[in-house]
């Protein structure tokens, strides 16, 4: 065990920072991540007049640099709001924010208050659209340290040995709205732009390696098909729907990506344990003008995970924030979320494919066993954004934002992604000078001849912003290729006819899914079949669902037998042969085992059980680089023995699908708001043994394939719950810290597999 948790380390941190040297904030001391403010408030309302509080230790703004890429040196501080008055938008002071000026206090409101004009003319307009897709978003800043791996294959200096280059990265759902739950099955984004010397590289990408379509001018199809039904607007933030399932069915070229959403693909555990892919191809250039192609990957430290269904459910009530919420806490407590940036490299041969698969097909996978992921760097993420609109709503991507060593392919998605993102900036933030917000700053020197429009905050010089001048002495100037220019490569391009066609090599829809089917273990296995079953379910029409059983049936039989079953109706023969499909392990996500790095664990407990146990194990669990929640019948602290132990979550607010695993100590004894009346989780009548609201968050937990342990007599309320001792995952030791030693050996392969049998046919 470490000497000082990440937890700690950061409560020491921010106990430094604090003005004058205030007490530490005790909600960090106790370990616990999500204190809003680095200073805990006082019971009565402050008038003392003081400056504005400092970020808490885990945030950071982006770079002060100017709108034209110059290194500023100043302060963070300086882009955020100063002085101890509040002011008007122009720094006038003001006396009351309160009262509108009215004549007489019971008389009619003046025309002349100009300060509730322009307090609620900014306030009528603190809202800009949202996007189109990726609404609903969360991001951090971070590093990326390259092991110089790539340099053979890319002259891009972010690349070169040891370089190190902030990025901000951008985590979302594609479908829902920015107000819209965060666990839906649904594709994720996951979007990092790098803050190279050569200028920004944005590479844009999502949790699944493929895309439903081949061609971008599809691309308002399939998301007017997922968005909701725009006569009600229902329903928000899913796929479970007649509109979405009557695309895919009809567009068999989606069968590939739906079933990724179908698997537990769909509903990552956390954006930390979810992969990225830059889904196209890309082609890069070396110091020598040689090209490779590659894919682009982000492999998680903590290895990728996901939830039960049952499971995402019910957080999309209990914590609809739950994945926004994971991602800033983690980050708070110093448990920072790490990825390997990989590429799969394959020879820029004059057919652009590989091993038979057309490396242009956006639906398209070259399995690891073809070509294994080479790591060229590593991206950890190490402060949380200081405020959220100016940052991670304002940060603007685009696949065109590209630098020296990396150019783009033929492929057509990619080719319309090109133009579709910087349409979707104008609109959204209102004009052509977005690159100028702080967040999408480059941190190169910008001398782009581009002028004026709405929102210009630099303030250009020179009286010729035109090539070419002599007026500007000729400034500014043309590079080359030994001064750092962006180049295209010179790639051949095949004569032929305009026509609006895709390749032959693009038809097949099948074999990858089947591949994909034939990856899965036997519990993934029957996840993606209960997803297409519930899916399927929600359909109205039973066109649909007969449409999308026959294209079930062309991927595998038993999936689609078992589907059909579930729906009540005869499983179709497949129209095409099946195809013979070689098994790709790395697309599993079963079977191997990770850091625990931010989990969380329960500790649950009461005013009369082992407190000093609960203490020593809440130790433990943050040693061990968790985060530890004590849950308890009532809030405050429970008083016993030694140190006071704070509560983090009561009987009545804490639900299992917030924890990784739970840990009891004793049998605590029932709260008084055990009561139907006061909290229907208590149900009625009360049982023989514990509080019911208990046994029901072990029930679940349990259910759920979560590790679950205990001590000083907590058998007793693992029998009530009709969980035994020596069953699959369930821990029973002599004292804490024991029991947390065998608890974290289980929580590394993420679930009690054991607990979720398949049929016997796999």
């Known amino acids: 065990m470490s000497e000082k948790s990440p937890l700690k380390a950061v409560s020491d941190k921010i106990a430094d920072a604090m003005p004058g040297g205030g007490a530490k904030s005790e909600g960090l001391e106790e370990g616990i991540p999500g204190k809003p403010a680095p200073v805990s408030p006082q019971l009565a309302e402050p008038v003392q007049p003081v400056e504005p509080l400092p970020p808490k230790a885990d945030q950071s703004g982006p770079e002060t640099v100017s709108p034209t890429g110059q290194p500023t040196g100043a302060d963070q501080a300086r882009m955020a709001q100063s002085g101890a008055y509040l002011t008007t938008a122009q720094g006038t002071r003001l006396v009351d924010s309160d009262h509108s000026l009215k004549a007489g206090p019971r008389g009619p409101v003046l025309l002349q208050d100009h300060h509730l004009r322009e307090k609620l003319m900014h306030f009528d307009h603190e809202r800009i659209p949202e996007r189109v897709v990726h609404a609903r978003g969360s991001a951090a800043h971070g590093v990326f340290q390259s092991y110089g791996t790539a340099q053979a294959v890319s002259k891009a200096a972010f690349l070169a040995a040891d370089a190190e280059t902030p990025v901000f990265v951008r985590f979302s759902t594609v479908l829902g709205s920015r107000g819209s739950a965060d666990t839906v099955r649904d594709t994720r984004g996951f979007a990092t732009k790098f803050y190279t010397e050569e200028g920004v590289f944005d590479l844009v990408g999502n949790n699944i390696p493929v895309f439903f379509i081949q061609d971008a001018i599809k691309f308002p199809d399939v998301i007017h098909a997922g968005k909701p039904h725009p006569d009600r607007e229902i329903p928000q933030a899913q796929s479970a729907h007649d509109t979405f399932w009557d695309f895919v069915s009809l567009h068999t070229e989606a069968t590939h990506h739906t079933l990724w959403n179908m698997s537990d693909r769909g509903i990552p555990r956390s954006y930390r344990m979810m992969e990225g892919f830059g889904v196209h191809t890309f082609?890069?250039?070396?110091?020598?003008?040689?090209?490779?192609?590659?894919?682009?990957?982000?492999?998680?430290?903590?290895?990728?995970?996901?939830?039960?269904?049952?499971?995402?459910?019910?957080?999309?009530?209990?914590?609809?924030?739950?994945?926004?919420?994971?991602?800033?806490?983690?980050?708070?407590?110093?448990?920072?979320?790490?990825?390997?940036?990989?590429?799969?490299?394959?020879?820029?041969?004059?057919?652009?494919?590989?091993?038979?698969?057309?490396?242009?097909?956006?639906?398209?996978?070259?399995?690891?066993?073809?070509?294994?992921?080479?790591?060229?760097?590593?991206?950890?993420?190490?402060?949380?954004?200081?405020?959220?609109?100016?940052?991670?709503?304002?940060?603007?991507?685009?696949?065109?934002?590209?630098?020296?060593?990396?150019?783009?392919?033929?492929?057509?998605?990619?080719?319309?992604?090109?133009?579709?993102?910087?349409?979707?900036?104008?609109?959204?933030?209102?004009?052509?000078?977005?690159?100028?917000?702080?967040?999408?700053?480059?941190?190169?020197?910008?001398?782009?001849?581009?002028?004026?429009?709405?929102?210009?905050?630099?303030?250009?010089?020179?009286?010729?912003?035109?090539?070419?001048?002599?007026?500007?002495?000729?400034?500014?100037?043309?590079?080359?290729?030994?001064?750092?220019?962006?180049?295209?490569?010179?790639?051949?391009?095949?004569?032929?006819?305009?026509?609006?066609?895709?390749?032959?090599?693009?038809?097949?829809?099948?074999?990858?899914?089947?591949?994909?089917?034939?990856?899965?273990?036997?519990?993934?296995?029957?996840?993606?079949?209960?997803?297409?079953?519930?899916?399927?379910?929600?359909?109205?029409?039973?066109?649909?669902?007969?449409?999308?059983?026959?294209?079930?049936?062309?991927?595998?039989?038993?999936?689609?037998?078992?589907?059909?079953?579930?729906?009540?109706?005869?499983?179709?023969?497949?129209?095409?042969?099946?195809?013979?499909?070689?098994?790709?392990?790395?697309?599993?996500?079963?079977?191997?085992?990770w850091p625990l790095d931010g989990r969380i664990v329960g500790i649950v407990t009461d005013a009369f059980t082992d407190l000093a146990g609960v203490a020593e194990v809440r130790q433990a669990v943050l040693d061990a680089g968790m985060v530890p929640l004590v849950i308890a019948p009532t809030g405050g602290r429970l008083l016993g023995d030694g140190d006071p132990v704070t509560v983090q979550r009561t009987y009545a607010a804490a639900r299992s699908v917030e924890f990784d695993a739970l840990l009891f100590a004793g049998v605590p004894a029932a709260g008084a708001d055990a009561h139907g009346a006061r909290d229907a989780k208590a149900g009625n009548p009360r049982p023989a043994v514990g509080d019911p609201r208990v046994l029901a968050l072990l029930a679940e937990a349990y259910q759920h394939g979560k590790a679950v342990g205990g001590w000083n007599g907590a058998e007793r309320l693992f029998e009530a719950a009709g969980i035994h001792n020596g069953e699959a995952g369930v821990v029973i030791a002599p004292d804490g810290p024991a029991a947390l030693c065998q608890l974290a050996a289980l929580m590394r392969t993420h679930r009690v597999w054991a607990r979720f049998p398949a049929p016997a046919s796999y």
Request: net charge negative.
């Open 283 to 593: 082609r890069l250039v070396n110091a020598q003008g040689n090209t490779t192609l590659v894919k682009f990957h982000w492999k998680p430290k903590l290895g990728v995970h996901s939830l039960v269904w049952e499971e995402a459910q019910l957080i999309n009530g209990m914590d609809p924030d739950f994945h926004r919420r994971d991602l800033a806490d983690a980050i708070e407590s110093g448990a920072f979320p790490q990825w390997e940036l990989g590429i799969q490299s394959f020879p820029d041969n004059e057919d652009q494919m590989f091993e038979g698969i057309d490396l242009l097909d956006p639906t398209k996978i070259v399995p690891e066993e073809l070509a294994p992921v080479q790591a060229i760097g590593l991206l950890t993420l190490n402060a949380n954004p200081s405020n959220f609109f100016a940052e991670t709503e304002q940060v603007a991507f685009h696949v065109g934002h590209l630098v020296p060593g990396i150019d783009v392919t033929d492929d057509p998605l990619l080719a319309g992604r090109l133009f579709s993102y910087l349409d979707t900036q104008i609109t959204r933030l209102g004009g052509p000078n977005f690159p100028q917000l702080p967040i999408n700053r480059t941190h190169a020197p910008v001398n782009d001849m581009l002028r004026d429009g709405s929102h210009q905050s630099a303030v250009h010089r020179g009286a010729a912003p035109y090539k070419p001048n002599s007026i500007d002495g000729g400034c500014p100037f043309f590079a080359g290729a030994d001064t750092g220019a962006y180049i295209e490569v010179p790639a051949e391009v095949p004569a032929a006819r305009k026509v609006r066609e895709a390749p032959v090599s693009f038809g097949d829809h099948f074999s990858q899914p089947r591949l994909f089917w034939q990856s899965m273990s036997p519990v993934e296995r029957e996840h993606i079949i209960a997803a297409y079953t519930f899916e399927l379910s929600k359909v109205y029409e039973q066109a649909i669902k007969e449409r999308v059983l026959q294209t079930l049936a062309n991927i595998d039989t038993e999936l689609c037998g078992e589907v059909a079953a579930g729906l009540g109706l005869p499983a179709p023969s497949a129209t095409e042969p099946p195809t013979d499909v070689q098994a790709s392990p790395s697309l599993s996500q079963i079977g191997e085992s």
